[in-house]
């Protein structure tokens, strides 16, 4: 893919996203980009794969608690319902103002929206997607969105922006059923360009039975990496901590770019 600028992760939970999203970071980075990483996922935890030091973390508050900023943006106050808001806020200066920076990384949280969940029409998320809106329409950084197994954030004005649309997949029916039912959601809004990773593979057994099963076409895979948990536990970088991850990392990408 000549200009490969945006990429989302998504998938079942415990699959990966966090993992992969923050080595493909890591790689661009060492690829002369400017990359903006973004927690889409209230689970959280990029932060702490991508490295970010906890005094930096701590600075950090997630767009969806903004409530004096979402109040005067979107003219209502967060939590509620019904009434009128625009749908439309100004959200430009959101990345400069409330993103942290560590490693050639701009990292921003979304945050989680208490109200009501999925398709929830209210201020935090008019909010939230007016800034995923921006982000991939508007800005020039190499994007990678950590997502949850949805298409939340996403809509079909914005879909067309995203050029790889990332599912990560282990070998077992719940992540494949998972990948197909984002693949399906995806495409319901527009996103054609759905590709699987590979995760937590022991064998070749395994990445065979992946490349047999999947419901979309597999780019590469991260081998299972006793690294990755250690990293996990002690919130260390993934891609500084396990060398090998950040290797298959590399071939990933170096798959988008062939695409
Ligand atoms: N290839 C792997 N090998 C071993 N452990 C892994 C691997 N990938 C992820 N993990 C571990 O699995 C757990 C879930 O990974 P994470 O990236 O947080 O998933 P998600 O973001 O999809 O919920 C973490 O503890 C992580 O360290
Ligand atoms: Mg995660």
Redesign the pocket.
């Known amino acids: 893919m000549a200009d490969l600028k945006k990429i989302a992760v998504s998938?079942?939970?415990?699959?990966?996203?966090?993992?992969?999203s923050a080595l493909l970071a890591h790689v661009f980075v060492e690829r002369g980009r400017e990359v903006i990483a973004i927690d889409a996922?209230p689970?959280g935890?990029l932060a702490e794969?991508l490295g970010f030091p906890p005094e930096l973390r701590a600075q950090v508050t997630p767009v969806s608690e903004l409530e004096d900023l979402i109040y005067e943006r979107t003219g209502a106050q967060p939590g509620t319902f019904g009434g009128f808001f625009s749908l439309n806020p100004r959200v430009d200066d959101i990345p400069d103002r409330f993103s942290i920076s560590h490693n050639g990384i701009r990292f921003l949280r979304l945050g989680t929206i208490e109200s009501g969940g999925s398709g929830c029409i209210c201020p935090e998320s008019a909010m939230l997607k007016a800034l995923v809106t921006h982000l991939l329409l508007y800005n020039q950084e190499m994007l990678v969105l950590?997502m949850e197994a949805g298409v939340e954030h996403l809509g079909r004005a914005t879909a067309q922006a995203v050029d790889a649309f990332l599912v990560?997949v282990e070998p077992g029916r719940r992540s494949l059923a998972t990948a197909a039912a984002v693949r399906t959601l995806a495409a319901d809004i527009g996103i054609v360009r759905v590709y699987g990773v590979g995760?937590?593979v022991s064998s070749d057994a395994e990445w065979d039975f992946l490349q047999k099963e999947s419901p979309v076409p597999l780019l590469g895979y991260?081998?299972?990496?006793?690294e990755?948990?250690e990293?996990?536990m002690y919130g260390r970088s993934v891609f500084a901590s396990a060398p090998r991850?950040a290797e298959e990392a590399r071939k990933i990408v170096d798959a988008l770019e062939a695409l």
């Open positions: 998938g079942k939970g415990g699959v990966g996203k966090t993992t992969l996922d689970a935890g794969a950590d990560v995760n937590k991260l081998s299972t990496n006793p990755l948990l990293a996990d991850a």
